[in-house]
């Protein structure tokens, strides 16, 4: 499966060297040339030595998406810093580009939820995490 993720901060880059070490064609899309070093960290060869590409771009750029290889994705994941960034990205990689399986990483848990109900599937670190609150909280009250 060929996989484009935009974004290679910690959770763009952790999930690209994932994805790439279970056998998957990886593609990061990052607009800081700096990021690149996040792929190689901790890797016996390099990003590039491994199979993985990268990219230099603004996510938002139809052209940038096509250097990275929007066109050829099985499966996209937006994971930069920005929700707005994500949701326009993942609109574009199934309305324009008809990718199946795309995923956003959303903070705020209301805009992810609202998504998830119009057939966006969402990631919400924010969410995540207020139900590993809500447990501990319960678990200390008993």
């Not at 990052?30 to 199979?51: N, V």
Request: charged letters at 20%; aromatic letters at 6%.
């Amino acid at each position: 499966m060929f996989v484009l993720i935009v974004g290679a901060g910690r959770v763009g880059s952790s999930a690209a060297r994932s994805a790439l070490a279970s056998g998957h064609d990886v593609s990061v899309l990052d607009d800081d040339p700096l990021s690149h070093e996040r792929l190689d960290a901790g890797q016996a060869t390099s990003w590039e030595d491994a199979g993985g590409r990268f990219t230099v771009g603004h996510g938002i750029e139809i052209e940038a998406l096509l250097e990275a290889g929007i066109d050829q994705a099985d499966m996209f994941i937006a994971c930069t810093h920005g929700d707005n960034t994500n949701l326009i990205l993942a609109q574009i990689a199934q309305k324009k580009f008809g990718i199946k399986k795309v995923i956003a990483r959303v903070m705020d848990p209301a805009r992810a939820a609202w998504y998830e109900q119009q057939g966006l599937r969402t990631i919400s670190p924010t969410r995540h995490a207020i139900e590993q609150f809500e447990v501990a909280l319960a678990e200390g009250a008993s």
